[in-house]
């Protein structure tokens, strides 16, 4: 069974701290890994990582990929306080129709 | 372009009832997922679905949920007889295609069984 582990579970910084997500799957037939922000409705689309070292970047947003170690980090520089929201990791397996989604990490961000 | 809907957002039921819960994909969407999610936890998996179509139900209890795509309509979502336990934000999720692509969330709908 595909499984995906966030860390931390939780992370209290203030405005302009800069952090650091983690995610690490155990997938059969990995294809992609995918980030996303959740406040309180949608989850929304932040990144989608197929290949290993390519760092992808949004603004003060960044995430790359390990496919040998198989984790991502997610980075937030500078964060602000409406960076405070669950940030959850996804993969989907070559094998499934489905996403497997981790537990999440809430990020709160102090003024 | 309105992005994925689903209605209501929240939804109160008494043990024992039915809760229908829809989703409207993206346009030019024709691929369905529905997911759960408890709270303090993330989403997991609970049925695929394309047009008059389910490919995948495989995250879905045996008993009292079913799911539908209809050709004409929204996807449908049915817990028949609900019990406290159902009590969890049901999310839709869209893509234009099956092939393991990003998928874009509708708001959710908060099912609350009293």
């Known amino acids: 069974e595909d499984k995906v582990v966030q860390s931390p579970l939780s992370l209290v910084v203030h405005e302009g701290d800069t952090v650091t997500l983690n995610c690490s799957y155990e997938v059969t037939n990995f294809r992609s890994l995918l980030w996303y922000k959740q406040e309180k409705k949608a989850p929304t689309f932040l990144f989608m990582l197929?290949?290993?070292?390519i760092e992808k970047k949004s603004g003060r947003l960044s995430s790359i990929l390990d496919k040998k170690e198989l984790f991502s980090i997610l980075n937030i520089t500078v964060t602000q306080t409406g960076d405070s929201a669950v940030y959850l990791c996804?993969?989907?397996?070559?094998?499934?129709?489905?996403?497997?989604f981790g537990g999440g990490t809430r990020l709160m961000v102090k003024p | 372009n309105a992005g994925v809907m689903q209605n209501p957002r929240h939804l109160v039921r008494r043990r024992g009832q039915e809760a229908r819960l829809r989703c409207s994909p993206m346009k030019g969407h024709s691929h369905v997922y529905w997911y759960r999610q408890l709270p303090e936890e993330g989403l997991k998996f609970m049925v695929y679905l394309q047009k008059e179509n389910i490919i995948d139900e495989s995250g879905m209890p045996k008993e009292r949920f079913s799911a539908e795509f209809p050709k004409e309509g929204p996807s449908i979502l049915r817990i028949q007889q609900v019990v406290r336990g159902d009590s969890a934000a049901y999310f839709c999720a869209s893509s234009p295609s099956g092939r393991r692509e990003t998928q874009y969330f509708g708001p959710g709908t908060r099912l609350l069984v009293l």
């Open positions: 197929t290949s290993s070292g």
């Open positions: 996804a993969v989907w397996d070559n094998a499934g129709n489905m996403l497997t």
